[in-house]
């Protein structure tokens, strides 16, 4: 049962009751519609009001039901028995009331909430936009800049500032029902007032209103279909009248759920939720408690590490070799601090409560407490082995020892110390504050209990914690050197940098991978280079930024990589010395550059990527080719309306067409670094996709 009709005197309340977030399924409308009809038969009844059991108000349309053929009744046709329904109705609101149920909400005459509760139109989230009435009722009831604005954003409102835009009536403390029975009483009588009988008036809008919008929406929702949808549907709340506007509307829904980028943020939503489940984690497993947490290191990583701690409330203790050391930690994790308080988004006491939780130390002994110790020292074997060995003696018993490397092998590591259960990996992504992947690597011997507390403390920390296995590089940094090799080997095909990077900003990405390897440092891929094994990567790939690390050119900290920088900006501008460098390096190594399309680029960057993905699958390492979407997404900036890179080839471009342009660059580039991956030769020969891969 999804909902049932109860009679409190005159008051009817019609119940939705569909764990765990009440989603507006085929057997939801098809209650509402039944409680309708029962609430207007009976003449005792004469106000009616819409509740929620559980958790929460209705959280939306079914989004399981939008890959399948439509479902009747249909959402805007429960919304039409609503306004055609002969009584005041009151929607009682708790939880979250987003997208179709806010609708529903907005079709009632009153909206009465728990101040804690919260309201939205998030369905541009997922690539489409209100189609249940939302896109012409919430302008009428708020009034068109706030009523774009909020679906523009997508975001949720909370409940008090809701009722000051006017789409809340009353706010309460305490028993929901009780309160909107009463209010409901008090309306018992009362006409009719519904939101579609409000009369918009176009003269309230400055001129060239909507024009603006399309402009501004263009830069900050660069190359999303369903945000400029959007305004057209609000435009046509003022132009049209109420029905031709929720047609209009219903049009521009359709058009924008047939489009790839709905299909790719739908996966998206999904693939998030699928993420924190581990197979073979048995469901009962409890987390270790985590009341103090230490960090070794306080560079780069090990201040941004240290920061998510402090900004989750969670004590940190922050180690370094020495006094300077720790000086310019502290500083530029305060740097960091101030300059969010400059904007608002913190107050001089946040600030220093941050900074309060954080204790500078230089002595191991003061880490004998902390339930977990995250390792951030130089990327190093050798340094790594003598921190894990002392962890091992300083650590208390049951204390979780992370490690923060890019590639180094978690086993290795573990095995330096007498306890590998307790050992794992917590790849933070740089800058370690700001991007939302925690990559958790489970060593051979990481107790499960372990995994369960990383992927725990990912929450607390609010990041989106991805288990990996171990493996060089794990997920994300190992399908990243083919992205980065390949981009590479470009330049000295005939492409120039900027030509790589624009294909791929083009495509989406929010830089190209000349640019990220002039952000992160060339001094970095220098280094792992003179330490790697010949014959595990591409010489050629790596010659040019070799040859500019020796020039002094490091990338943007020297003002200059495979672009020059003026002081202080992050623009880059083509180099001519680079230029030269890139020719005479590719007349070194026999090349003889020719044009290169971008469409080449595409294929030659993410198809490299994608392959090695396969791999990555194939092997274990990731559980399940959506998890490698969400590294992606989160630790890369891929765009999500693309899906990520294994739905990206699986389902823009096509796994045999995929494979196919992989096997054109084998012939062309040889087999070394384009051997199709068996699985994705698998899944062709048998019409598979990813899904079922394992
Ligand atoms: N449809 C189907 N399933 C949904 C759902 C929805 N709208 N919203 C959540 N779920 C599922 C989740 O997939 C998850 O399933 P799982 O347990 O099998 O993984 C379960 O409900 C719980 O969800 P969360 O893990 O996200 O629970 P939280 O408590 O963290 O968050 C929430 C709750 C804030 C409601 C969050 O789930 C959410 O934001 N949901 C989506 C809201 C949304 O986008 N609504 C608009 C839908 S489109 C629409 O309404 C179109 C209309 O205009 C016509
Ligand atoms: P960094 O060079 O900025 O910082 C390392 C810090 O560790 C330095 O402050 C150094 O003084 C300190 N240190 C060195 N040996 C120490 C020891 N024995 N005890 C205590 N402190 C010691 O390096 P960064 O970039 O922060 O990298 C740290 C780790 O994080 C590396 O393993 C790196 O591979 C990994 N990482 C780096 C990312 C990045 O983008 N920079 C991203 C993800 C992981």
Redesign the pocket.
């Known amino acids: 049962m999804s909902g049932r009709f109860e009679a409190h005197g005159d008051v009817g309340i019609l119940w939705i009751d569909n764990p765990?977030?009440n989603?507006?399924?085929q057997a939801v409308r098809v209650a509402i519609l039944d409680g309708l009809k029962q609430a207007e038969a009976d003449s005792a009844i004469k106000v009616l009001v819409i509740a929620c059991a559980g958790?929460?108000f209705m959280?939306?349309?079914?989004?399981?039901?939008?890959s399948g053929p439509p479902r009747l009744p249909s959402?805007?046709e429960v919304i039409d028995a609503l306004d055609a329904f002969s009584k005041p109705v009151v929607a009682a609101i708790h939880?979250?009331a987003?997208?179709?149920?806010f609708?529903v909400a907005l079709a009632c005459d009153y909206r009465v909430a728990l101040a804690n509760a919260?309201v939205g139109?998030?369905?541009v989230?997922?690539g489409?936009?209100?189609?249940?009435g939302?896109t012409q009722r919430l302008p009428r009831l708020v009034g068109i800049e706030p009523a774009l604005q909020a679906m523009i954003s997508?975001d949720?409102i909370p409940a008090p500032a809701a009722q000051e835009m006017g789409a809340i009536d009353k706010l309460v403390v305490g028993d929901l029902t009780e309160a909107a029975v009463a209010f409901a009483r008090e309306k018992i009588g009362s006409p009719r007032r519904r939101v579609r009988d409000i009369t918009l008036s176009p003269n309230s809008l400055p001129a060239g209103f909507f024009d603006t919008a399309r402009q501004r929406t263009a830069k900050e929702k660069r190359n999303l279909f369903s945000p400029q949808r959007i305004i057209d549907a609000v435009e046509a709340a003022i132009t049209l009248p109420f029905d031709q506007g929720i047609q209009r509307e219903q049009d521009l829904?359709f058009e924008c759920a047939k489009s790839s980028q709905a299909k790719a943020l739908q996966h998206v939503?999904?693939a998030?939720?699928?993420v924190s489940?581990i197979p073979g984690l048995p469901a009962d497993v409890k987390p270790r408690s985590i009341k103090s947490v230490a960090i070794i290191g306080a560079g780069t990583m090990g201040g941004g590490i240290a920061m998510n701690f402090a900004n989750a409330g969670i004590p940190v203790t922050l180690l370094e070799v020495n006094q300077e050391g720790l000086d310019r930690g502290l500083g530029v994790i305060r740097k960091n601090y101030e300059a969010t308080a400059a904007k608002g988004r913190l107050t001089s006491e946040q600030v220093e409560t941050r900074m309060g939780l954080i204790k500078p130390t230089l002595s191991y002994d003061a880490l004998a407490d902390a339930d977990l110790i995250i390792e951030a020292v130089f990327e190093t074997l050798e340094i790594k082995k003598k921190v894990f060995e002392t962890l091992d003696r300083v650590a208390k018993k049951g204390a979780i020892l992370a490690s923060n490397t890019s590639y180094l092998s978690i086993d290795t590591i573990a095995g330096y110390t007498s306890r590998p259960e307790d050992v794992l990996g917590m790849h933070f992504f740089s800058p370690a504050n700001v991007m939302k992947l925690l990559e958790i690597v489970r060593g051979a011997r990481t107790a499960p209990d372990v995994l369960a507390t990383a992927l725990d403390v990912a929450k607390r920390i609010k990041k989106v914690g991805v288990v990996a296995g171990n493996c060089h590089g794990f997920i994300g940094n190992r399908m990243l050197e083919g992205y980065g090799r390949e981009g590479s080997l470009l330049i000295l095909e005939g492409a120039t940098p900027q030509q790589v990077d624009q294909a791929l900003v083009k495509f989406g990405m929010p830089m190209g991978v000349l640019q990220m390897f002039d952000l992160a440092g060339l001094d970095i891929g220098y280094k792992s280079r003179k330490d790697r094994e010949p014959g595990t990567f591409d010489v050629k790939s790596g010659a040019v930024a070799d040859k500019l690390v020796e020039m002094g050119r490091l990338g943007q900290k020297t003002k200059a990589g495979f672009y020059d920088y003026e002081s202080g900006q992050r623009t880059p501008i083509p180099s001519d010395v680079v230029a030269k460098v890139i020719e005479e390096t590719a007349a070194q190594y026999g090349i003889k550059r020719r044009e290169i399309s971008e469409q080449e680029i595409l294929e030659r960057c993410f198809l490299a990527m994608v392959n090695i993905g396969c791999e990555v699958l194939r092997e274990g390492i990731a559980y399940r080719a959506s998890d490698i979407d969400i590294v992606y997404l989160y630790g890369y900036g891929f765009p999500a309306h693309r899906g990520g890179p294994m739905f990206w080839a699986e389902h823009e471009l096509g796994l045999p067409k995929a494979l196919e342009r992989i096997r054109e660059y084998a012939r062309q580039h040889g087999p070394r670094w384009w051997t199709p991956s068996p699985l994705l030769e698998r899944l062709v020969a048998e019409g598979k996709g990813f899904a079922q891969a394992v």
């Open positions: 765990p977030v989603a507006i399924s958790r929460t959280a939306g349309a079914d989004i399981t039901e939008f959402l805007p939880g979250t987003f997208g179709g149920g609708e919260q139109l998030p369905e989230k997922l489409i936009l209100p189609g249940a939302g997508g949720p829904f939503f999904f998030e939720r699928q489940k």
